[in-house]
Every structure is written in structure tokens, then in C-alpha cells.
């Protein structure tokens, strides 16, 4: 089970730092994918990351500004959102698939790509 918590509302220049804590079983067998949907709209990847931690990847609307770690330590994927702007406003949802053979080099920006799916956390950047 995943859990993502961490959004809220912040103006535009902002940082907020979302937390995927999943529980029942280890993370860090798994790579972790961040997801953003408006209403209406299609879920967009926004970053994902190895099951190692060492290859995180970006979309190119939030690189240099978001920032995938995680911390197996503590069964959490972390994403650090910097210079938030308004067009990141949306519900954010933190995914995994699993699990992988130790080494995998895989993580997908692509939603339908993994089984594991947390409820969404909300962020709101006013201008």
C-alpha cells in the first residue's frame, strides 16, 4: 500500500516536498514512478526512479526544478518540488512496480506501466 502525502497550497516560487511511504512491503524492491492529472486531463509522468535509486529520470516540464530520491531506509520516495509554477497544480500520485531483480536499471514516466498506485495528494500554486 502506498501513501503519498506532502502537497498543499503554495504560491508560484515555492517548494513543497511530496513523501510516497509504502507500507505491507519493501520499496526498495520496487521503482517508483510520480504521476500529475488535472481533472479532465490525462495523467502526465512527472519523474520515476530505480529500484537502486541511481537513475532518476525527469519530464522535461519540471527538470532542474523536481528533484526523485528515496530513502529505502525508511520505505519513502521522496520528490522535492522547487520554483513551482501554477502550471503544476494538479493531484499527484506516486506508483510502483515490482518487484524487480536486484540491479534493474527500470523505472517508465508511462502510468500504465505500474501496478501499485497510492492515492493523490493535492498541490496548488497560486501566481
Known amino acids: 500500500q502506498l501513501q503519498a502525502s506532502g502537497g498543499g497550497l503554495v504560491q508560484a516560487g515555492g517548494s513543497l516536498r511530496l513523501s510516497c511511504e509504502a507500507s505491507?512491503?519493501?520499496?526498495?524492491?520496487?521503482?517508483v514512478g510520480w504521476f500529475r492529472q488535472i481533472p479532465g486531463k490525462a495523467r502526465e509522468g512527472v519523474s520515476c526512479?530505480?529500484?537502486?535509486?541511481?537513475?532518476?529520470s525527469y519530464a522535461d516540464s519540471v527538470k532542474g526544478r523536481f528533484t526523485i530520491s528515496r530513502d529505502n531506509s525508511r520505505n519513502t520516495v521522496y520528490l522535492q518540488m522547487n520554483s513551482l509554477k501554477p502550471e503544476d497544480t494538479a493531484d499527484y500520485y506516486c506508483a510502483a512496480e515490482g518487484p524487480l531483480f536486484p540491479g534493474s536499471r527500470w523505472s517508465s514516466l508511462t502510468d500504465d506501466e505500474y501496478n501499485y498506485w497510492g492515492q493523490g495528494t493535492q498541490v496548488t500554486v497560486s501566481s
Open positions: 526512479i530505480t529500484r537502486t535509486g541511481n537513475i532518476p
Open positions: 505491507g512491503s519493501p520499496l526498495d524492491n520496487y521503482a
